[in-house]
């Protein structure tokens, strides 16, 4: 990718792929590289500073690969990493450089989304304990009571291609029960992981016909939209041959392909990265 300057696409796994067939869809005339830490995933079940320090090891591989802007498609990551990232790494290596989260844009609209002002947070176990959306969604509707739930073997299921199995409905519905035992009045769901809309359908079935269940590819991508017309200095900056490159962390590359090309609408074929 020589003289390219792409954005960069960040996830623990393979959930990313939903946010960045939103984002490519949206914004198809640019270059874009994936990376997905799989082999170091899933996050949600880890300590602060290990989400941090993954989180920043594969931001700097896409600074690398000579991407000026990285958006973290993973809600563990910005919740645990982002703030750091933003506030101190990036001062040390190169300022000019941006990473953007995904909690914060999908704060600002969740709101709108809910008739009874009540909404379901489903997350991993790390997004669920930072406490992010809780702080985000009254910054922007504090008149909205939100109720949280971990989902802690989802992501596992997931990237195991386990979440279209019948086994995976227990846990589906398991999770989806207490969520709903904390409110009657619960009337949006706010999938706050982006692995979860691989399991979205399931989700619904199980769920009564009123409430409204919500996934942030589309809400991330139109976000970058708004950014990089705030931000033409970025922007013009972007390199725009609508090139697409993946890369995975696990050195079964195979794995990565048939997994993510079953729900990217187009083959996807990675290339190991071998974290130094």
């Known amino acids: 990718m020589v003289n390219k300057q792409p954005i960069g696409i960040f996830d623990s796994g393979i959930g990313g792929l939903t946010v960045f067939r939103s984002i490519a869809n949206l914004l198809p005339q640019y270059d874009y590289v994936y990376l997905g830490d799989n082999a170091r995933a899933p996050y949600g079940n880890r300590s602060f500073n290990t989400i941090h320090q993954y989180t920043w090891e594969c931001v700097q ?78 910054n922007f509707f504090p008149d909205v009571t939100v109720h949280q739930q971990s989902c802690p073997l989802w992501v596992p299921l997931i990237e195991n291609a386990e979440h279209d199995k019948p086994g995976s409905d227990y846990f589906v519905k398991k999770y989806l029960d207490q969520l709903l035992e904390q ?47 705030r931000h033409p200095e970025m922007e013009s900056k972007l390199s725009k041959t609508g090139e697409k490159r993946f890369f995975t962390t696990s050195d079964d590359t195979t794995d990565f392909d048939n997994l993510a090309t079953s729900f990217f609408t187009e083959p996807v074929k990675s290339s190991f990265l071998h974290l130094k």
Do not use: W
């Open 61 to 138: 591989e896409l600074f690398a690969m000579g991407c000026p802007l990285v958006v973290l498609a993973c809600n563990t990551a910005s919740a645990k990493a982002l703030r750091t990232i933003q506030q101190q790494d990036l001062k040390t290596v190169d300022p000019t450089k941006r990473v953007l989260g995904v909690i914060r844009p999908t704060a600002e609209v969740i709101g709108n989304y809910t008739q009874t002002k009540h909404i379901g947070v489903l997350g991993t176990k790390g997004t669920v304990q930072s406490g992010s959306y809780l702080l985000e969604i009254a």
């Open 183 to 229: 409110s009657a009045d619960i009337d949006t769901i706010l999938l706050a992981c982006t692995h979860y809309p691989l399991l979205q359908k399931k989700i619904e079935a199980y769920l009564p016909a009123h409430i409204r269940v919500v996934a942030q590819g589309d809400i991330v991508a139109q976000s970058l939209v708004n950014y990089l017309q």
